[in-house]
């Protein structure tokens, strides 16, 4: 069983970046596809993008342009970068992690981690 592990999270003012990083235990393997999503309150957990094992990261349409994905297999890390935060992206973001490729709900992940708070306010 793989463990994942997000950090980065925190408080942050309007117009802020923040990258966000996911590192799963033993490694990040290659054939791995790694998810990040977010769950703001009183909300259903949302798709952010994914980084398959081809490094393709593909986003919904509604999110694109400010949300990017980087994966590093060297540092065994993959990396959620925000910009241009607003008090609506306050959530709590998760990496998630299964083999193959990228999926969009949920339920197509059977690794989580316990994820970070992300807060947007003056």
């Known amino acids: 069983q793989v463990q994942l592990v997000e950090s980065g999270g925190g408080l942050v003012q309007p117009g802020e970046s923040l990258r966000l990083s996911c590192a799963p235990s033993g490694g990040l393997k290659e054939t791995y596809a790694i998810a990040w999503f977010r769950q703001a309150p009183g909300k259903e957990r949302e798709v952010i993008g994914c980084?398959?094992?081809?490094?393709?990261?593909e986003y919904p349409n509604s999110l694109k342009g400010r949300f990017f994905i980087s994966r590093d297999n060297g540092e065994n890390m993959v990396y959620l970068q925000i910009y241009g935060l607003n008090p609506e992206d306050t959530a709590v973001y998760y990496c998630?992690?299964?083999?193959?490729?990228?999926?969009?709900?949920?339920?197509?992940?059977?690794?989580w981690g316990p994820g970070t708070q992300v807060t947007v306010s003056s």
């Open positions: 998630a992690l299964r083999g193959g490729v990228c999926a969009r709900t949920p339920t197509a992940y059977p690794e």
């Open positions: 980084s398959n094992r081809d490094g393709i990261t």
